[in-house]
C-alpha cells in the first residue's frame, strides 16, 4: 500500500494558495508534488490539494492508497460522507467519485509535525505562484 501526504496552503483568506503531495512507494522511492492553486481559502487548497493527489494515484494505477492530512475537516468529510458547509460540497462529490476507484482507500487525520513534507511543498508552491 502506498502512503500519500497531503496538505492545501493560503497566503490570505482568500489567496495565493499550493497544494503539496508527498507519495511513499515504500520500496525505496517517492515522490514530491508542489501545485501551484488559484485564489482560494486554505479549506478549499486543502480540497484541492486531495483531488490533485487522487488524480495522480489513479493515472498511475495505484489501487490501494492510505492517504494522510492534518486536515480534520477533510478527514471528517471523508469519513462521514458530508459536509455541514454546502460551499464544500462540490469538492467532496468530485473527491468521493475518484475515492470510489480505489480497490482499498484509507483516510487518517495525522498532526501537523508528521504531515511537514506535504506542508513545506504547499508553501513552496505558493511561492511558485507569486
Known amino acids: 500500500m502506498v502512503d500519500v501526504y497531503i496538505d492545501g496552503a493560503s497566503a490570505g483568506?482568500?489567496?495565493?494558495?499550493?497544494?503539496?503531495?508527498?507519495?511513499?512507494?515504500k520500496n525505496g522511492q517517492v515522490e514530491s508534488h508542489a501545485v501551484p492553486l488559484e485564489m482560494m481559502s486554505?479549506?478549499?487548497?486543502?480540497?484541492?490539494?486531495?483531488?490533485?493527489?487522487?488524480?495522480?494515484c489513479i493515472d498511475?494505477?495505484?489501487?490501494?492508497?492510505?492517504?494522510?492530512?492534518?486536515?480534520?475537516?477533510?478527514?471528517d468529510a471523508i469519513e462521514k460522507r458530508y459536509v455541514k458547509n454546502k460551499k464544500y460540497q462540490p469538492y467532496?462529490?468530485?473527491?468521493?467519485?475518484?475515492?470510489?476507484q480505489f480497490d482499498l482507500f484509507f483516510m487518517k487525520w495525522v498532526p501537523s509535525n508528521q504531515n511537514r513534507n506535504a506542508d513545506q511543498l504547499a508553501r513552496q508552491a505558493i511561492r511558485k505562484k507569486k
Open 42 to 56: 486554505n479549506h478549499e487548497a486543502e480540497y484541492e490539494a486531495l483531488i490533485h493527489a487522487l488524480d495522480l
Open 92 to 100: 467532496l462529490e468530485k473527491a468521493l467519485e475518484k475515492i470510489d
Open 13 to 25: 483568506d482568500p489567496g495565493p494558495s499550493g497544494a503539496g503531495i508527498f507519495i511513499n512507494y
Open 60 to 75: 498511475k494505477g495505484i489501487k490501494a492508497v492510505s492517504f494522510r492530512t492534518d486536515s480534520k475537516l477533510i478527514d
